[in-house]
């Protein structure tokens, strides 16, 4: 029998020395343990993704001086570690075996994904070949994550005579991704007949969410261990004569549960890791900062966290009575700060540049423009990080304002659709127990306003959230063209609209703050569109 523990842990890209550190305190837990192996995820001595520090010599200088020190402190257990390596002046995405401070073997992952928010082409070259290596006297093949997406490099390892696959990776989450995991992982044992054991990072990293969910599957491609979403953990699992066993079963998430709490550790991770002392979001009555708000909260814990609710003449009472409401289910510090001062003064100082012209967005934005003036005055002043609350609907359509409501540091909701935000929220109350649901029902089934000029409601200029929703994905998420989503049944002026407003605001989404990635396509890594652009779309 081999035992295997799986290291799903959170690297910090960068930071060599904490990693390092990490991996062996797995170690330690996994010798406790009475593991043989310890496989960790794809490039777990440095985090993943380093992006362009993969261009800089010196940080593959210090990558290898890490792995040299890794490998002579890890005793009594053979380690599977991912790490970039340079040879040459060629560089690999690789992974190394190491027992008893030797290196015993290195793999270079073979299949290099450039997709989706992936751009590992810019960085490595590819390997092209197997590595299969005994321990414990079971030969064990290793692959590097997008080496199973394609049949070809997991094939060719059992060819080299693999009894047993173990997979290191960094698989970001969008939602119920998992699912997809375990399917191509099936294929490749369907053609080969190879169990399998994929180890997944977890934790934020910019845009990206890696969700864990590390799992091992049998040479009849049945589950025999899961580990949680979302948070580090140690997986054990038992490789006798071809079979996998582990008490490692963690249940599966509902999708709600899923986005929510992806936002959650992308929230911890990037406040967390880039050192800031908290959090700071305009609160508006409205559902995407109550939303916004509640995330903030269950990631940092209500004392990291302030609200300010900066009404206007066109701020109803019942936003502010709303507002008070959550905060006192929170009980994080709350503060008004009413803008008609400044507004009036900005009225005053450009009426003279202004006389004769009506009233139109000019004036809203600059409401929007002094909260988010407000915001980061208070932001630098406490050394807190303004979450903006914009979701992908708008983002999508432009519904928003440059230097307003965009000012800020990290964008929670911005892959998040407005559809997707309402059921958030209901799912976020049904957490409360006792105490009642935190967001209250008025703020819930209330029509989504901006409240910047008197009686304004979303749906005034925008289609029902389901058509808007529905239209955008099928544009930006699925490549449709117009006529294509048209003929399957949305109604055409929608589409038209949709689709015009989608393509001017490229411009504004250059300017976003970054923020966490939860479905197959983010406005983000991997929506590259030139702003600059005059294709026409096919109608
Ligand atoms: N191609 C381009 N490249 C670079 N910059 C470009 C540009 N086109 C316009 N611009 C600049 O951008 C400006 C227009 O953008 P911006 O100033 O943001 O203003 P704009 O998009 O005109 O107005 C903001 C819109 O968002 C809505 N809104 C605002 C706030 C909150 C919410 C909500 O419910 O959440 C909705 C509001 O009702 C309005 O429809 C132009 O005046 C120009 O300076
Ligand atoms: N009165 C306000 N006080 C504090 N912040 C505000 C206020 N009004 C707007 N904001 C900030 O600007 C963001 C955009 O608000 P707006 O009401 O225009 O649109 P929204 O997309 O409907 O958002 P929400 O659902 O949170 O209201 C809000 O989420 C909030 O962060
Ligand atoms: N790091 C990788 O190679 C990831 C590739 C793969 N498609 C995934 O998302 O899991």
Excluded at 76 to 81: A, F
Excluded at 131 to 150: H, K, L, P, S
Excluded at 440 to 463: G, H, M
Excluded at 490 to 497: F, G, N, S, Y
Aim: some cysteine; overall charge negative.
């Amino acid at each position: 029998m081999m035992r295997i523990a799986v290291a799903q842990f959170n690297a910090t890209v960068g930071d060599l020395t904490g990693n390092v550190e990490r991996i062996l305190k797995c170690a330690a837990q996994a010798k406790a343990r009475g593991a043989q192996v310890l496989l960790t995820p794809e490039l777990s001595l440095c985090g993943y993704p380093p992006e362009d520090l993969l261009l800089r010599p010196d940080f593959y200088r210090a990558c290898h001086q890490a792995l040299d020190d890794l490998a002579s402190r890890v005793e009594g257990i053979v380690l599977v570690v991912g790490y970039p390596e340079e040879s040459d002046g060629h560089c690999y995405n690789a992974a190394m075996v190491i027992e008893n401070g030797q290196k015993k073997a290195v793999y270079r992952k073979i299949r290099l994904p450039n997709y989706e928010v992936f751009d590992e082409q810019r960085y490595f070259e590819a390997g092209s070949e197997a590595c299969v290596v005994t321990i414990a006297g079971v030969r064990c093949g290793i692959n590097i994550c997008a080496d199973i997406w394609e049949p070809g490099a997991f094939e060719l390892a059992c060819t080299a005579g693999a009894e047993l696959m173990l997979v290191l990776n960094a698989s970001p989450c969008h939602l119920e991704k998992h699912q997809q995991r375990a399917q191509v992982l099936g294929e490749r044992i369907e053609a080969t007949g190879v169990p399998a054991v994929y180890a997944n990072l977890v934790g934020g990293q910019d845009e990206l969410v890696f969700d864990g969910a590390s799992f091992a599957l049998d040479a009849h491609k049945v589950c025999r261990m899961r580990l949680p979403q979302f948070e580090e953990a140690l997986g054990i699992v038992d490789f006798t004569a071809g079979n996998l066993q582990s008490a490692d079963m963690a249940s599966e998430l509902s999708i709600e549960a899923e986005a929510y709490q992806a936002l959650v550790l992308g929230v911890r991770d990037y406040i967390g890791k880039s050192g800031f002392k908290g959090a700071i979001i305009g609160l508006s009555g409205g559902i995407d900062s109550a939303l916004t708000l509640c995330v903030a909260v269950d990631a940092l814990g209500a004392d990291k966290v302030r609200a300010v609710m900066m009404p206007s003449p066109y701020t109803a009472q019942m936003s502010l009575d709303d507002s008070r409401a959550m905060i006192q289910k929170l009980g994080v510090r709350y503060d008004e700060i009413a803008i008609a001062p400044a507004m009036q003064t900005y009225a005053a100082m450009l009426d003279p540049l202004f006389a004769g012209l009506p009233a139109d967005t000019t004036e809203e934005n600059i409401q929007a423009r002094i909260r988010g003036n407000i915001l980061m005055a208070l932001s630098n002043k406490t050394g807190a990080l303004v979450l903006t609350t914009g979701n992908k609907s708008e983002m999508a359509v432009g519904y928003c304002t440059l230097y307003g409501d965009m000012a800020g540091g990290f964008a929670v909701i911005k892959d998040v659709y407005k559809t997707l935000v309402y059921r958030l929220s209901r799912y976020r109350n049904t957490l409360c127990g006792e105490s009642g649901p935190v967001i209250p029902e008025n703020i819930i089934v209330r029509p989504p306003s901006a409240e910047l000029k008197p009686d304004q409601t979303d749906q005034d200029s925008l289609p029902p959230y389901e058509v808007l929703d529905a239209i955008v994905r099928a544009y930006m998420e699925e490549d449709r063209s117009p006529r294509e989503i048209i003929a399957a049944g949305l109604p055409e002026a929608d589409v038209r609209r949709v689709v015009r407003l989608l393509r001017i605001a490229e411009y504004k989404r250059r300017q976003s703050p970054v923020g966490i990635r939860i479905t197959p396509r983010g406005f983000g890594k991997d929506w590259r569109y030139p702003i600059t652009n005059r294709y026409q779309d096919e109608f």
